[in-house]
């Protein structure tokens, strides 16, 4: 094949590869990711050739980590000009990574994806940009598939890089070409590029595979290697399609969504579901609630089915990624970790007869408001209370019987009171179990103690018997709490 034709035959593939998987439509605007690396470089000549025959915009967009000083201005600057002649739109953009991976206590590798995809997708939101193109290719998906093989990947995992994010705004249109045919095509056309240093070193697990492991078993045992792996690729990534279908069809009876940061899923439901279909469901929410970021797989899948089939109420599990699970009842609860802040027996609040306070316990704000009036008489022990509709509480107590002042604030561990009717004391925790209030939900109520710390009345659970109304009660204290 002449080289002409062979250059003119990589980007008809890339052409194919393109309008097979929806990646691009006429009219649209991308913003192709140009590092100067091979890769990126090949990218922007490529788009650049189909944007003129396929009828869709592209600009050029390139970050600068500033990891190797001079290096790296060079970088930008060989990105600059090649988009000049080929009159391309260019921006750029840099930070200091290496600051912010102390700051945040990541590693350089990971510090720098997150900082260039910041820089990348606020450019692509400010240009209006309808896709965000990449330079991965064959190699790239062979080399991840090993990855996670070795990693003890799920099927799920072994679906490798997908041409397009689940949104489509992700998109890699260089798949379909291996780096040997992105090196020939850049030779060709008189590409410039520049080497990163860092690909060269065996440092990384992803460079020893592509330096040494998958080049030795090339050489020993097959050099259908990477077909193999892109084949594996293929073969889950199909698979996965039709999960993914399948799932669709049960999500909503099975995952309560409740907020951002937080999902639910309903344990009998999930239990009821052909354990295939449930791996990939528990793999697909936790994808979905770190962002892409965690693919759950190993024995962190294996604990949290565990979980859902024979865990406790109150077991928990902490995931990659910042993850956390929890069973509460028949209820599995998966959020992203809260910060630690005060312990729960410090967020406390002093309370006079008549007084009107605020009080947030985590994420939950409460208006407090005490108040003493004349006891008219009524139903002796306890009183009527509104039982929390629309999120109010009232409890009612002989004002001459407490000892003030009172304080509000979050159950402690251990704590015990004397519920009214009971004759003796009971834990906290085994009344919260009794009235099925979830652990994630305990620390949020708040909880009414006397002087002497006793405790009054956990709010929406149970009162004490401490200072009942009686037929000689003079005066009532009325609490009232309404949830903000």
């Known amino acids: ?37 091979l890769d990126s470089m090949v990218l922007l000549d490529i788009l650049f050739r189909l944007s003129v025959r396929e009828g869709f915009s592209l600009t050029a967009a390139h970050f600068d980590h500033r990891l190797r000083g001079e290096q790296s201005r060079a970088e930008g600057e060989l990105v600059r000009k090649r988009c000049e002649s080929l009159e ?19 590693n350089l590798q990971n510090a720098a994806r997150l900082a260039r995809y910041s820089f990348l997708w606020d450019c692509a939101d400010r240009l209006a940009c309808d896709r965000l193109a990449t330079g991965h290719h064959r190699d790239d998906q062979a080399e991840t598939v090993l990855m996670r093989l070795l990693s003890g990947s799920s099927l799920f995992g072994l679906a490798g890089i ?39 070193s065996d440092k990384y697990l992803r460079n020893r595979l592509r330096h040494k492991v998958i080049p030795g078993i090339e050489q020993e045992y097959d050099p259908h290697f990477t077909d193999n792996l892109v084949s594996l690729a293929e073969e889950a990534s ?37 354990a295939l279909l449930r791996r990939y469901l528990i793999r697909r929410t936790v994808l979905e609630l770190s962002s892409q970021r965690v693919i759950l797989s190993g024995r962190p899948l294996n604990a949290v089915e565990r979980l859902i089939l024979k865990g406790p109420s109150g077991g928990r599990l902490d995931l990659p990624g910042g993850l956390t699970v929890m069973r509460e009842f028949n209820t599995l609860v998966i959020r992203e970790k809260m910060t630690p802040g005060i312990a729960p027996e410090m967020k406390t609040t002093k309370l006079e007869a008549e007084d009107k306070k605020s009080l947030i316990l985590e994420d939950s704000q409460w208006e407090i408001a005490l108040r003493v009036k004349r006891y008219d008489g009524g139903s002796p022990g306890q009183f009527s209370k509104t039982g929390g509709a629309g999120g109010v509480f009232q409890e009612g107590f002989d004002s001459d019987l407490l000892k003030f002042p009172l304080s509000a604030g979050a159950w402690r561990a251990g704590e015990n009171m004397r519920p009214f009717g009971l004759g003796g004391t009971k834990k906290l925790k085994k009344l919260f179990g009794e009235k099925r209030i979830p652990a994630s939900q305990r620390s949020k109520l708040p909880v009414f103690r006397d002087s002497e710390g006793e405790v009054l009345w956990v709010c929406g659970v149970a009162r004490s018997e401490i200072a009942p109304l009686s037929a000689g009660t003079k005066k009532i204290l009325i609490i009232q709490a309404r949830r903000s």
Request: net charge negative; glycine share 6%.
């Open 162 to 200: 997908q041409p397009s994010s689940r949104s489509g705004c992700l998109i890699r249109p260089l798949l379909v070409l291996s780096r040997s045919e992105l090196e020939h095509f850049a030779a060709l056309n008189e590409i410039p590029y520049a080497e990163d240093p860092s690909n060269l």
């Open 88 to 106: 391309v739109p260019f921006v750029s953009g840099a930070a200091e990574v290496g600051v912010l991976a102390a700051i945040g206590r990541m």
């Open 1 to 37: 094949m002449l080289e002409k034709d062979l250059a003119s035959e990589l980007v008809g593939r890339v052409s194919r590869f393109i309008k097979e998987k929806a990646l691009i439509r006429p009219g649209e605007k991308v913003l192709a990711a140009v590092s100067a690396g």
């Open 238 to 274: 199909i698979l996965c399609a039709a999960l993914e279908e399948r799932v669709n069809l049960i999500m909503d009876q099975v995952v309560i969504k409740e907020h951002d940061g937080v999902l639910k899923l309903d344990c009998s439901q999930a239990a009821q579901t052909p």
